[in-house]
């Protein structure tokens, strides 16, 4: 019965050695060297600052940005440093309570020729992660009017810039299209500021 | 409803099966010991792991021996966690000091990942460091599914061999495992998921500024850092505003790869694979679902192959792949369909060119319904236990079919090795209940099914069931288990069934609102991972030892054929069959009834 736990000892400390030590240092030295950029969490440098990462969604609420998705994290949402969905079921009370206040948080930013028209799913949602980078397309189409607005821009400038950020399906296949709000939101300051 | 969801998993299923046999072959050589493309390379890396740790290969081991070699790595492997979890923060590799981990939830992830669970009560980012991550539980993902494919391996050898008292060596099938088969995939996926943007790093979190700042509310803390609470002992809450974002770093790709082709589930950071770092594209999103089931599928092969008739490893192939397509169907119609209660409020959730349309709420938009649903059903499928989306956001029907998958035993695929070995338990109470039913002893490929065979398989069926619904009913009953639900009425009993669904089969998923890092659900979930993952390996060690020593009888007009479309659907009827009469009373309770309440009658 004891007879291999002396080799049970040895092999653990060969595994921990190959799989625990070698094998990460040895994809961290590729990924470092090779891909260093996504590696180091896909940063979005602005003037040597890094305003954000490519891949983490921000919270978003003044009328002349587009709107992430309602995030779960606490205490702020958006926080990378508590990942969390919301967890709530689809007869939740609270989930019920919450797209409520989204609808009417959407509708009452939008101008009044909007109000009647039905939300994007995901716009008034929580995402898996609350870090949740992306918009559908019909996400972000339901808010150009209203950035538009604000910003004093033409709607079709900004419809422009939408489609410009709209990334497809992988091979028109994979995944969903979807539009990137912090990159948007970062064209956008970037049309005011010329 | 778009041609997409429809097509993708087309594609998934023809990119699986078209890998199955490549690979099962590999590995059928690689287990019996023949050269293979990777022998120059890694045969000299083999040679002095046996030579450091004192291993004679040659030796092969009769199956109490191999048995408690098992047994005290992973006893060994648990320790190393529990210790390396409590002594984190005086460890190097910890830039985020990170304090001792709790001795209750320590041990349940000890537990959880030397048993190839990886059930986690803890959030990553928040709880562990860089060296607990990497010396601890990405060491234990490969080794515990190094241990189920060993345990495959000789219920194989035990089919193929003839009066003997052995069933190969122990630690020769753990080393190839984990050096021929995990490791060169691992590098490889991790490779790859890099370039997509899974971090891999040793850094400190970094931080940015958010381009608009917000304003929220946090819990008011007093001089010494403690919060406030009000005069009925509620947390005082104060406005805050946040201008900074931290941006969580670590190395997370390499364990990311191998989570998944252990089908060990446990995620470097709190969402799993949902988390933009884990997972941030499509194309990163579909490397690793299917590495879920890459090797899980591929030994229907392997098996096959080692006991001589390719047909036998299809058979088994073609009845987990028929459960699977039905079930994902249901899974993916019932997110799709999405929460009538929400559409009645004035939300769209229709599919269109522009949105992907459904149950929104726990997923994310870069994966939508179809693949978020091809995921859950997959992990679940597999004892993977990684998510992209939150099962526990599922609609009732959506959430049923993980839920369910569990129930059945984990054998649709299955966890490597410990799915198809409790596929084969399956085959062997299949062609017993045939046997029954024409008045013969059953035998399987030329090995006479006994009382002693028979006995086993029940243990192995039965252990499961009795943690899953015993474990439940403790939950319900008592005021500890009830404290940790976080949604009200059937769904909260379904969160309760999902958790020890997930821990008394070895998945690791979790319906996740559950606040299951107590001292209750950590010691109860604890001890059903255990004994659920060693009362099922040894009594399949024990049919490997007892079928071993027996001869081969040549088939006759008796015996029932098991690899005609006749065996496929008596295999699909015992495990349904099983699995159905097991759970349906205790599916009502949670997802029937909340079914109805999501539709009332009008």
């Given at each position: 019965m004891f007879k291999e736990l002396k080799t049970a000892f040895l092999m653990l400390l060969v595994f921990t050695l190959i799989t625990g030590v070698a094998y990460p240092l040895l994809v961290t030295v590729f990924a470092q060297v090779a891909f260093n950029d996504a590696a180091n969490g896909s940063l979005i440098m602005r003037d040597g600052k890094a305003v954000g990462s490519r891949l983490l969604g921000q919270p978003f609420s003044d009328a002349g940005y587009f709107w992430s998705r309602p995030s779960?994290?606490?205490?702020?949402?958006?926080?990378?440093?508590?990942?969390?969905?919301?967890?709530?079921?689809?007869?939740?009370?609270?989930?019920?309570?919450?797209?409520?206040?989204?609808?009417?948080?959407?509708?009452?930013?939008?101008?009044?020729?909007?109000?009647?028209?039905?939300?994007?799913?995901?716009?008034?949602?929580?995402?898996?992660?609350?870090?949740?980078?992306?918009?559908?397309?019909?996400?972000?189409?339901?808010?150009?009017?209203?950035?538009?607005?604000?910003?004093?821009?033409?709607?079709?400038?900004?419809?422009?810039?939408?489609?410009?950020?709209?990334?497809?399906?992988?091979?028109?296949?994979?995944?969903?299209?979807?539009?990137?709000?912090?990159?948007?939101?970062?064209?956008?300051?970037?049309?005011?500021?010329? | 409803m778009s041609a997409v969801p429809f097509l993708s998993s087309l594609f998934f299923l023809a990119v699986l099966t078209a890998s199955v046999k490549p690979l099962g072959r590999y590995m059928a050589r690689v287990y019996q010991g023949e050269r293979t493309l990777l022998s120059p390379v890694l045969g000299p890396l083999e040679r002095i792991v046996y030579?450091?740790?004192?291993?004679?290969?040659?030796?092969?081991?009769?199956?109490?021996?191999?048995?408690?070699?098992?047994?005290?790595?992973?006893?060994?492997?648990?320790?190393?966690?529990?210790?390396?979890?409590?002594?984190?923060?005086?460890?190097?590799?910890?830039?985020?000091?990170?304090?001792?981990?709790?001795?209750?939830?320590?041990?349940?992830?000890a537990v959880s990942f030397a048993t190839n669970t990886n059930w986690q009560g803890y959030a990553g980012e928040a709880t562990m460091s860089y060296l607990t991550q990497m010396l601890g539980l990405a060491v234990q993902n490969f080794v515990s599914a190094a241990c189920g494919m060993a345990v495959l391996i000789a219920l194989i050898r035990g089919f193929s061999s003839r009066n003997s008292d052995s069933i190969g060596n122990f630690w020769v099938?753990?080393?190839?495992?984990?050096?021929?088969?995990?490791?060169?995939?691992?590098?490889?996926?991790?490779?790859?998921?890099?370039?997509?943007?899974?971090?891999?790093?040793?850094?400190?979190?970094?931080?940015?500024a958010l381009v608009q700042p917000v304003d929220h509310e946090k819990a008011a803390e007093d001089a010494e850092g403690k919060p406030r609470l009000d005069a009925e002992g509620k947390p005082v809450m104060e406005a805050a505003r946040t201008t900074e974002q931290k941006v969580p770093l670590g190395p997370a790709a390499s364990q990311v790869a191998i989570k998944q082709l252990g089908t060990n589930g446990g995620g470097f950071f709190n969402v799993n694979s949902a988390h933009p770092f884990e997972n941030p594209t499509p194309l990163s999103n579909f490397l690793q679902v299917l590495a879920i089931l890459l090797i899980p599928a591929a030994f229907c092969y392997t098996f096959g192959a080692m006991v001589g008739d390719t047909r036998q490893g299809w058979a088994i192939y073609a009845a987990m792949t028929f459960v699977f397509v039905a079930l994902l169907g249901v899974a993916t119609w019932a997110e799709q369909t999405g929460n009538p209660q929400l559409a009645a409020r004035g939300v769209d959730d229709r599919a269109s060119a522009l949105q992907s349309g459904g149950n929104m709420e726990g997923k994310e938009v870069r994966f939508g319904i179809a693949a978020s649903a091809l995921w859950a059903t997959t992990t679940t499928a597999a004892s993977n236990g990684s998510v992209n989306s939150m099962h526990d956001s599922y609609t009732p029907l959506g959430g049923a079919v993980p839920m369910w998958l569990m129930q059945l035993g984990e054998v649709i695929y299955g966890g490597v090795g410990?799915?198809?070995?409790?596929?084969?338990?399956?085959?062997?109470?299949?062609?017993?209940?045939?046997?029954?039913?024409?008045?013969?002893?059953?035998?399987?490929?030329?090995?006479?099914?006994?009382?002693?065979?028979?006995?086993?398989?029940?243990?192995?069926?039965?252990?499961?069931?009795?943690?899953?619904?015993?474990g439940t009913a403790l939950a319900v009953m008592s005021e500890a288990g009830r404290a940790g639900i976080a949604n009200p009425g059937a769904h909260g009993f379904s969160e309760i069934l999902y958790a020890l669904s997930s821990a008394g089969n070895n998945n690791g998923s979790a319906f996740a609102g559950l606040s299951a890092n107590t001292p209750f659900y950590n010691t109860l979930l604890g001890v059903a991972m255990w004994c659920s993952r060693y009362w099922l390996a040894i009594p399949v060690l024990a049919i490997a030892g007892s079928l071993a020593a027996k001869k081969t009888v040549p088939s006759g007009p008796g015996t029932l054929p098991t690899h005609t479309p006749l065996f496929v659907a008596l295999l699909i009827g015992t495990v349904l069959v099983v699995g159905a009469l097991t759970f349906v009373p205790a599916l009502a309770l949670g997802p029937i009834v909340e079914h109805l309440l999501l539709y009332p009658a009008r």
């Open positions: 779960a994290t606490g205490p702020m949402p958006y926080n990378g440093a508590a990942s969390s969905g919301s967890n709530q079921g689809p007869l939740s009370p609270a989930l019920h309570e919450a797209v409520e206040g989204r609808l009417a948080a959407l509708r009452e930013a939008s101008s009044p020729a909007d109000a009647a028209t039905a939300v994007p799913v995901d716009l008034v949602t929580a995402s898996s992660s609350g870090l949740d980078p992306h918009i559908s397309p019909a996400a972000a189409r339901y808010q150009i009017e209203r950035v538009a607005t604000t910003r004093k821009r033409p709607a079709e400038q900004i419809a422009a810039l939408v489609a410009q950020h709209t990334e497809p399906r992988w091979l028109g296949l994979l995944g969903e299209p979807r539009v990137n709000v912090l990159e948007l939101n970062l064209a956008l300051d970037g049309l005011s500021a010329k | 030579r450091v740790a004192g291993v004679d290969a040659s030796a092969s081991m009769h199956w109490t021996r191999y048995a408690f070699a098992m047994l005290w790595l992973n006893v060994l492997g648990a320790l190393a966690v529990y210790g390396l979890q409590r002594a984190q923060s005086i460890l190097p590799a910890n830039p985020q000091s990170m304090g001792a981990v709790s001795a209750d939830s320590a041990f349940n992830t099938d753990c080393t190839r495992s984990i050096l021929y088969v995990l490791l060169p995939l691992s590098l490889l996926l991790a490779g790859a998921l890099v370039t997509q943007g899974v971090v891999q790093s040793f850094s400190p979190y970094a931080t940015v410990s799915g198809l070995y409790g596929m084969l338990v399956f085959a062997i109470i299949g062609v017993f209940i045939a046997g029954l039913m024409i008045g013969r002893t059953p035998e399987y490929l030329g090995k006479k099914l006994e009382a002693f065979e028979i006995k086993m398989a029940a243990i192995v069926i039965l252990v499961p069931p009795l943690f899953v619904l015993a």
